[in-house]
């Protein structure tokens, strides 16, 4: 194709050929990752796991200025994504009755450990120990929440009302609402993917991922990541898991792109991803940016650069065990 002339019917024939291959390459793994995780989910929903999951980490709601009961918010989202959380929370409470810091360290917590079964599993498939995206993504976000709950109450910053701009609206309960829920969610994920990949490949033919590359090298290289996981971070952090982790997966089994670097990638991207629409969302209940942009942003590529510190100090053995497979 790189020989061929872009003029040429040959050129984009080839073009379009790449494209198709490179979508069931990202896709096929992605959906039989999420798919059956997905079912999973809603059967420990409906037995009440998630309501035990939440019941668990209730006690550790205090200490960061939060009430007991948002432990089960917590869970919601761990378990499902954002959404859920917020519907947890408007059952349980009004969210105008916390202050801004509250609101912003809850939305931390929700912001870091969101949609843990999907995001994990795809971190698992890429060449990540779970043990270790777990560890990082449940105590990492409950430590980040607990030191924007330490700043806010020592400079007595954002103890205003939180100002709500959003309700999220009942759902229907039964099962069929779900699974119709759950095929639209799934085809929002074809349609994004077709998109990604195809502007992918275009900024890549006008040169533009180039330019990129050479603007985010600085920083990605200050944290350790790697020249070959520059455009899956770069996709990662602006959309999401999802997204950067299915090119993740298959880059990993390409051989493309070395273990040391899928694992920081994997990392920065599970502190930090789908940066512009989650910090919307959760800006929706009141969040403040300092907390769930700008503090999240300095926290992760800081946790990002020690964790590829720990990698690089640490032998073989403790790799193997609890960073990557």
Same mark, same amino acid.
């Given at each position: 194709?790189?020989?061929?002339?872009?003029?040429?019917?040959?050129?984009?024939?080839?073009?379009?050929?790449?494209?198709?291959?490179?979508?069931?390459?990202?896709?096929?793994?992605?959906?039989?990752?999420?798919?059956?995780?997905?079912?999973? %989910?809603?059967? @420990? =929903?409906?037995?009440? $796991? &998630?309501?035990?999951?939440?019941?668990? *980490?209730?006690?550790?709601?205090?200490? !960061?200025?939060?009430?007991?009961?948002?432990?089960?918010?917590?869970?919601?989202?761990?378990?499902?994504?954002?959404?859920?959380?917020?519907?947890?929370?408007?059952?349980?409470?009004?969210?105008?009755?916390?202050?801004?810091?509250?609101?912003?360290?809850?939305?931390?917590?929700?912001?870091?450990?969101?949609?843990?079964?999907?995001?994990?599993?795809?971190?698992?498939?890429?060449?990540?120990?779970?043990?270790?995206?777990?560890?990082?993504?449940?105590?990492?976000?409950?430590?980040?929440?607990?030191?924007?709950?330490?700043?806010?109450?020592?400079?007595?910053?954002?103890?205003?009302?939180?100002?709500?701009?959003?309700?999220?609206?009942?759902?229907?309960?039964?099962?069929?609402?779900?699974? %119709?829920?759950? @095929? =639209?969610?799934?085809? $929002? &994920?074809?349609?994004?993917?077709?998109? *990604?990949?195809?502007?992918?490949?275009? !900024?890549?033919?006008?040169?533009?991922?180039?330019?990129?590359?050479?603007?985010?090298?600085?920083?990605?290289?200050?944290?350790?990541?790697?020249?070959?996981?520059?455009?899956?971070?770069?996709?990662?952090?602006?959309?999401?898991?999802?997204?950067?982790?299915?090119?993740?997966?298959?880059?990993?089994?390409?051989?493309?792109?070395?273990?040391?670097?899928?694992?920081?990638?994997?990392?920065?991207?599970?502190?930090?991803?789908?940066?512009?629409?989650?910090?919307?969302?959760?800006?929706?209940?009141?969040?403040?940016?300092?907390?769930?942009?700008?503090?999240?942003?300095?926290?992760?590529?800081?946790?990002?650069?020690?964790?590829?510190?720990?990698?690089?100090?640490?032998?073989?053995?403790?790799?193997?065990?609890?960073?990557?497979?």
């Amino acid at each position: 194709m790189h020989n061929t002339s872009p003029f040429s019917i040959t050129y984009w024939r080839l073009f379009i050929k790449e494209l198709i291959h490179d979508i069931i390459a990202v896709s096929v793994p992605l959906f039989k990752l999420m798919i059956p995780v997905i079912i999973i %989910v809603k059967i @420990l =929903e409906e037995i009440g $796991a &998630v309501a035990l999951l939440g019941q668990a *980490l209730s006690p550790f709601m205090a200490a !960061i200025g939060l009430p007991e009961e948002m432990g089960m918010v917590w869970a919601a989202t761990i378990a499902t994504n954002i959404y859920g959380g917020f519907f947890v929370l408007y059952s349980l409470t009004d969210p105008s009755n916390f202050s801004t810091a509250q609101m912003t360290v809850l939305g931390a917590l929700m912001l870091m450990a969101h949609g843990l079964p999907i995001e994990a599993r795809i971190a698992q498939k890429a060449g990540v120990r779970l043990r270790s995206v777990l560890f990082l993504r449940i105590v990492g976000g409950y430590f980040m929440a607990w030191l924007l709950h330490i700043w806010y109450t020592t400079a007595n910053y954002l103890q205003e009302p939180a100002t709500i701009f959003w309700q999220p609206q009942s759902q229907a309960a039964d099962l069929w609402s779900w699974a %119709v829920g759950q @095929l =639209e969610g799934l085809l $929002a &994920v074809q349609v994004i993917i077709v998109m *990604l990949l195809t502007g992918l490949k275009i !900024i890549k033919l006008v040169g533009i991922e180039r330019l990129l590359q050479a603007l985010l090298r600085p920083i990605l290289k200050l944290m350790g990541i790697g020249k070959e996981a520059t455009t899956i971070a770069l996709v990662g952090v602006t959309l999401g898991l999802s997204f950067g982790g299915g090119l993740l997966i298959k880059e990993a089994h390409s051989g493309k792109v070395s273990k040391r670097d899928i694992f920081a990638a994997i990392t920065l991207l599970g502190f930090c991803h789908s940066i512009i629409e989650d910090t919307l969302v959760i800006m929706l209940i009141g969040a403040h940016l300092s907390g769930v942009l700008w503090f999240r942003l300095a926290f992760s590529m800081i946790m990002t650069w020690f964790m590829v510190q720990l990698m690089d100090r640490s032998n073989d053995k403790f790799r193997l065990r609890y960073l990557i497979k």
